[in-house]
C-alpha cells in the first residue's frame, strides 16, 4: 500500500509499479493511465497481491472505520466491513448489456448503446478518484497454465473491494506471468462514487471486453472479475470458442471403490450451492468411504478434453457465500473454513469481537451490534445481519478443497444438475432423457426469487440455468449454443438431472431434510451414471425409488416420500403452459427443439394421466 504523500501528478505510481508495470502489455498500460487520465487520482498503487499489502490495506481500512477487526483469538486475521444500507445486493435492475446489436443482448437484458453508455459514464467517471488512491489490480481467472484460464485488470478505488478480489481471483506474480500468455485481457472499471443508488450503473462492453461499474460497493456489482467477467464476459466469448461458461458449483465424490465422479450444478444464487459443494456426507457413508470434494461454490468453466469429455475449472479462487443459514449442522466445512483470514460483510458483531448471524449455531446473543451497527436485541423485530450478508474467503482454507483445484487441465464432468426452490410441482430428483431435454429442463428452471438481488424475495421467476441475471448475451442464442455443444459431444456429454430441496407439505413445512442428506441423491446419480441405480420412468424423466434413495433410515414423515416424488397432473399443466409462454418471449431465436420438449411433456402428462399411472 501506498505511504507516499498526496500528490497531484495522477501518474503517481506505488505498488508493483516498476516490475509489473514493465511485464503488462504496452495495451494495458495505455488503458491504466487513460484511467488514471479521466478520473484523477491523487495516487495510482499498482496491487501486487502480497501478504504485506493487504495488511497495509487493511490497516487504512480500520483507520478510517470502514473495517472492524474481530476477535483475534476466535478469528485471527478476520474483519468486519458494513456496507452502506443501500448497498446490499446485486442490482438487475440497473445491469446492462451494451452489445453492438441491442438484438444480441436478449430480451432478459438491459440494453443500452454502447456508445452512448460509454460517454455517459464516462461523465459519471470523470474526476470521480480525486483526492483518493486508483488501486490497479492485474487478476487470474483460473489455474495457472489452464487453457480456459483468463486474465483482467481490475480499476477501483475501493480498498474493500481491492481486498475482495485479493481472496476471489489468483493476483500477483502468477497473475502477471499469465498476462504474457494471453491473447487478450478484460478491463474492469469501477468507482465507488458516491454509491447513490440513483447513479448506479454496471455496465458490459462484450465487444470491447470492458465493464463499468459506479456507484456500488456490493460484491456482485464491485468485484469486476466475478459475474461481470466469470459469467457476462466469458459467457460472450464461450459461445464464441466453443465452450461454456456457467454459474454451477463443481463436486467431486469419491465412492467406496475408489472412484471418482465429478458433478457440476447449476442453481440460483443463494439456492445452497456453496453447501451441496462443500457436503459432508452422513456417518454410515463415510464408514463406507464415500468421500466428497469440493472444487468451486458459484462459477464452473467447460471446455471439451482431448479425450471428447468436457472439463471444468473453477475460475475463482475464493469463497464470495452466503452467511445467513451457514451453520456447523448445514455446513461444517464453511465453518472450518471460516476460522480465519476471512473478510465478511453486513454480519452482525457480538460484544466479544465475534460474528453472528441468524441460523448459526448456539442461541442468538442476548445483545449484539447489528449489520447496520445499530444495538440489537433478538425480540426487536428486525434481522441482526443482512440476508443477504456474506463471507470472502480463500477457497485453499476449506478442509474438503479437492486436490485438483489447481490442476489446469481441470476435472471430466459426468452429470450436471439444475436446481431452484420450488415449495410445489418439482418433484426432489429426475434423470433427463438426454442431453436435449436437460437443456430444456436448464431452460425452463424456475425457482423462488432470494435476498441476493434486489427485489421482491420468494416471487417465482425463471432463471434459466441459473444464468438469468448472468448470460452476457441473447437466452435464446445461449439455449442454441447448448444444444449445439451436446450434438458435439454426443453421448461423451455428462447427464443431466433436475433436483428440488425445498418442496414443502401443505402446512408449509420442507419435505425433505436437506444439507447431508442432499448425500441419497447425490449417490443415486452416481450410481444411474455407473450403470447400477434403478429409476423409474415417469413422464418427467427416471426417478428414484424410495428404496433406491433407502429413504427407509430417514424417518420421514408418513406419505412425504410420496409428496417428494409425486407429479401431480394439475400441477403440471399448468407448469408446462407456464413455461409454453415464457419460451414465447424468445420466439424469434427460439430453438424448435425446446418448444417440442414442451409439447412432448404435455403430452407424456396426458398419457400418463389416461393410464392412471400419475
Ligand atoms: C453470488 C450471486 O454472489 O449469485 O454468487 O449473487
Ligand atoms: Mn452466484
Same mark, same amino acid.
Given at each position: 500500500?501506498?505511504?507516499?504523500? *498526496?500528490?497531484?501528478?495522477?501518474?503517481?505510481?506505488?505498488?508493483?509499479?516498476?516490475?509489473?508495470?514493465?511485464?503488462?502489455?504496452?495495451?494495458?498500460?495505455?488503458?491504466?493511465?487513460?484511467?488514471?487520465?479521466?478520473?484523477?487520482?491523487?495516487?495510482? !498503487?499498482?496491487?501486487?497481491?502480497?501478504?504485506?499489502?493487504?495488511?497495509?490495506?487493511?490497516?487504512?481500512?480500520?483507520?478510517?472505520?470502514?473495517?472492524?477487526?474481530?476477535?483475534?483469538?476466535?478469528?485471527?486475521?478476520?474483519?468486519?466491513?458494513?456496507?452502506?444500507?443501500?448497498?446490499?445486493?446485486?442490482?438487475?435492475?440497473?445491469?446492462?448489456?451494451?452489445?453492438?446489436?441491442?438484438?444480441?443482448?436478449?430480451?432478459?437484458?438491459?440494453?443500452?448503446?454502447?456508445?452512448?453508455?460509454?460517454?455517459?459514464?464516462?461523465?459519471?467517471?470523470?474526476?470521480?478518484?480525486?483526492?483518493?488512491?486508483?488501486?490497479?489490480?492485474?487478476?487470474?481467472?483460473?489455474?495457472?497454465?489452464?487453457?480456459?484460464?483468463?486474465?483482467?485488470?481490475?480499476?477501483?478505488?475501493?480498498?474493500?473491494?481491492?481486498?475482495?478480489? /485479493?481472496?476471489?481471483?489468483?493476483?500477483?506474480?502468477?497473475?502477471?506471468?499469465?498476462?504474457?500468455?494471453?491473447?487478450?485481457?478484460?478491463?474492469?472499471?469501477?468507482?465507488?462514487?458516491?454509491?447513490? *443508488?440513483?447513479?448506479?450503473?454496471?455496465?458490459?462492453? *462484450?465487444?470491447?471486453?470492458?465493464?463499468?461499474?459506479?456507484?456500488?460497493?456490493?460484491?456482485?456489482?464491485?468485484?469486476?472479475?466475478?459475474?461481470?467477467?466469470?459469467?457476462?464476459?466469458?459467457?460472450?466469448?464461450?459461445?464464441?470458442?466453443?465452450?461454456?461458461?456457467?454459474?454451477?458449483?463443481?463436486?467431486?465424490?469419491?465412492?467406496?471403490?475408489?472412484?471418482?465422479?465429478?458433478?457440476?450444478?447449476?442453481? *440460483?444464487?443463494?439456492?445452497?450451492?456453496?453447501?451441496?459443494?462443500?457436503?459432508?456426507?452422513?456417518?454410515?457413508?463415510?464408514?463406507? #468411504?464415500?468421500?466428497?470434494?469440493?472444487?468451486?461454490?458459484?462459477?464452473?468453466?467447460?471446455?471439451?478434453?482431448?479425450?471428447?469429455?468436457?472439463?471444468?475449472?473453477?475460475?475463482?479462487?475464493? +469463497?464470495?457465500?452466503?452467511?445467513?443459514?451457514?451453520?456447523?449442522?448445514?455446513?461444517?466445512?464453511?465453518?472450518?473454513?471460516?476460522?480465519?483470514?476471512?473478510?465478511?460483510?453486513?454480519?452482525?458483531?457480538?460484544?466479544?469481537?465475534?460474528?453472528?448471524?441468524?441460523?448459526?449455531?448456539?442461541?442468538?446473543?442476548?445483545? /449484539?451490534?447489528?449489520?447496520?451497527?445499530?444495538?440489537?436485541?433478538?425480540? /426487536?423485530?428486525?434481522?441482526?445481519? !443482512?440476508?443477504?450478508?456474506?463471507?470472502?474467503?480463500?477457497?485453499?482454507?476449506?478442509? /474438503?478443497?479437492?486436490?485438483?483445484?489447481?490442476?489446469?487441465?481441470?476435472?471430466?464432468?459426468?452429470?450436471?444438475?439444475?436446481?431452484?426452490?420450488?415449495?410445489?410441482?418439482?418433484?426432489?430428483? +429426475?434423470?433427463?432423457?438426454?442431453?436435449?431435454?436437460?437443456?430444456?429442463?436448464?431452460?425452463?428452471?424456475?425457482?423462488?426469487?432470494?435476498?441476493?438481488?434486489?427485489?421482491?424475495? #420468494?416471487?417465482?421467476?425463471?432463471?434459466?440455468?441459473?444464468?438469468?441475471?448472468?448470460?452476457?448475451?441473447?437466452?435464446?442464442?445461449?439455449?442454441?449454443?447448448?444444444?449445439?455443444?451436446?450434438?458435439? #459431444? #454426443?453421448?461423451?456429454?455428462?447427464?443431466?438431472?433436475?433436483?428440488?430441496?425445498?418442496?414443502?407439505?401443505?402446512?408449509?413445512?420442507?419435505?425433505?431434510?436437506?444439507?447431508?442428506?442432499?448425500?441419497?441423491?447425490?449417490?443415486?446419480?452416481?450410481?444411474?451414471?455407473?450403470?447400477?441405480?434403478?429409476?423409474?420412468?415417469?413422464?418427467?424423466?427416471?426417478?428414484?425409488?424410495?428404496?433406491?434413495?433407502?429413504?427407509?433410515?430417514?424417518?420421514?414423515?408418513?406419505?412425504?416420500?410420496?409428496?417428494?416424488?409425486?407429479?401431480?397432473?394439475?400441477?403440471?399443466?399448468?407448469?408446462?403452459?407456464?413455461?409454453?409462454?415464457?419460451?414465447?418471449?424468445?420466439?424469434?431465436?427460439?430453438?424448435?427443439?425446446?418448444?417440442?420438449?414442451?409439447?412432448?411433456?404435455?403430452?407424456?402428462?396426458?398419457?400418463?394421466?389416461?393410464?392412471?399411472?400419475?
Amino acid at each position: 500500500m501506498s505511504s507516499s504523500p *498526496p500528490q497531484a501528478n495522477p501518474s503517481a505510481q506505488t505498488g508493483t509499479s516498476p516490475n509489473t508495470r514493465q511485464s503488462l502489455s504496452a495495451q494495458a498500460m495505455q488503458w491504466v493511465d487513460s484511467v488514471a487520465q479521466l478520473t484523477r487520482p491523487q495516487i495510482v !498503487h499498482w496491487c501486487t497481491g502480497s501478504a504485506d499489502e493487504a495488511t497495509r490495506l487493511r490497516a487504512l481500512m480500520i483507520r478510517d472505520g470502514s473495517l472492524v477487526p474481530l476477535n483475534e483469538a476466535a478469528h485471527p486475521n478476520s474483519f468486519l466491513a458494513r456496507s452502506d444500507v443501500n448497498d446490499v445486493a446485486r442490482v438487475e435492475g440497473r445491469t446492462f448489456i451494451c452489445s453492438r446489436q441491442e438484438s444480441n443482448a436478449g430480451p432478459s437484458n438491459n440494453w443500452s448503446d454502447p456508445v452512448y453508455m460509454q460517454e455517459f459514464l464516462g461523465k459519471l467517471f470523470h474526476g470521480c478518484m480525486r483526492g483518493r488512491v486508483m488501486y490497479v489490480i492485474p487478476y487470474l481467472l483460473g489455474p495457472v497454465g489452464s487453457p480456459l484460464a483468463q486474465v483482467g485488470i481490475q480499476i477501483t478505488d475501493s480498498p474493500y473491494v481491492v481486498a475482495n478480489i /485479493c481472496l476471489m481471483t489468483r493476483v500477483g506474480g502468477e497473475a502477471i506471468d499469465e498476462f504474457n500468455r494471453q491473447p487478450s485481457f478484460v478491463r474492469g472499471l469501477h468507482s465507488t462514487g458516491n454509491l447513490d *443508488p440513483e447513479q448506479r450503473y454496471i455496465c458490459h462492453f *462484450p465487444d470491447d471486453n470492458l465493464v463499468m461499474s459506479f456507484s456500488s460497493n456490493y460484491g456482485g456489482n464491485a468485484l469486476l472479475a466475478k459475474k461481470c467477467h466469470a459469467l457476462r464476459l466469458a459467457s460472450v466469448s464461450a459461445r464464441r470458442e466453443g465452450w461454456l461458461a456457467e454459474h454451477m458449483m463443481v463436486l467431486g465424490i469419491t465412492s467406496p471403490d475408489g472412484v471418482k465422479t465429478y458433478i457440476a450444478g447449476a442453481f *440460483p444464487s443463494s439456492c445452497g450451492k456453496t453447501n451441496l459443494a462443500m457436503l459432508v456426507p452422513p456417518e454410515a457413508d463415510l464408514r463406507a #468411504g464415500w468421500k466428497i470434494e469440493t472444487l468451486g461454490d458459484d462459477i464452473a468453466w467447460l471446455r471439451f478434453g482431448d479425450d471428447g469429455r468436457l472439463y471444468a475449472i473453477n475460475p475463482e479462487a475464493g +469463497f464470495f457465500g452466503v452467511a445467513p443459514g451457514t451453520s456447523r449442522a448445514t455446513n461444517p466445512n464453511a465453518i472450518d473454513t471460516l476460522r480465519e483470514n476471512v473478510l465478511f460483510t453486513n454480519v452482525a458483531l457480538r460484544e466479544n469481537g465475534t460474528v453472528w448471524w441468524e441460523g448459526l449455531d448456539g442461541e442468538p446473543p442476548v445483545a /449484539c451490534t447489528d449489520w447496520t451497527g445499530q444495538p440489537w436485541t433478538p425480540d /426487536c423485530g428486525r434481522p441482526a445481519a !443482512h440476508p443477504n450478508s456474506r463471507f470472502t474467503v480463500s477457497a485453499r482454507q476449506c478442509p /474438503c478443497i479437492s486436490p485438483d483445484f489447481d490442476n489446469p487441465a481441470g476435472v471430466p464432468i459426468s452429470a450436471i444438475i439444475f436446481g431452484g426452490r420450488r415449495s410445489t410441482t418439482m418433484p426432489l430428483v +429426475f434423470e433427463a432423457f438426454n442431453w436435449q431435454h436437460g437443456t430444456y429442463l436448464g431452460a425452463t428452471l424456475t425457482s423462488e426469487k432470494t435476498a441476493a438481488a434486489a427485489g421482491k424475495v #420468494g416471487q417465482l421467476r425463471f432463471d434459466p440455468m441459473a444464468m438469468l441475471p448472468f448470460c452476457g448475451y441473447h437466452l435464446a442464442d445461449y439455449w442454441q449454443h447448448w444444444l449445439e455443444m451436446g450434438r458435439r #459431444g #454426443g453421448a461423451l456429454m455428462p447427464r443431466i438431472y433436475h433436483v428440488n430441496w425445498f418442496r414443502k407439505d401443505w402446512g408449509g413445512r420442507f419435505l425433505w431434510p436437506g444439507f447431508r442428506e442432499n448425500m441419497r441423491v447425490l449417490k443415486w446419480i452416481v450410481d444411474r451414471l455407473r450403470q447400477r441405480g434403478t429409476g423409474v420412468t415417469t413422464p418427467l424423466g427416471v426417478m428414484p425409488t424410495g428404496q433406491s434413495l433407502e429413504a427407509g433410515s430417514l424417518g420421514l414423515a408418513p406419505q412425504a416420500l410420496e409428496e417428494l416424488l409425486a407429479v401431480k397432473p394439475d400441477e403440471w399443466y399448468r407448469e408446462v403452459d407456464r413455461r409454453e409462454e415464457f419460451l414465447a418471449r424468445f420466439s424469434d431465436r427460439l430453438p424448435p427443439e425446446l418448444l417440442a420438449e414442451n409439447e412432448a411433456l404435455r403430452q407424456r402428462i396426458r398419457d400418463a394421466e389416461l393410464k392412471g399411472t400419475i
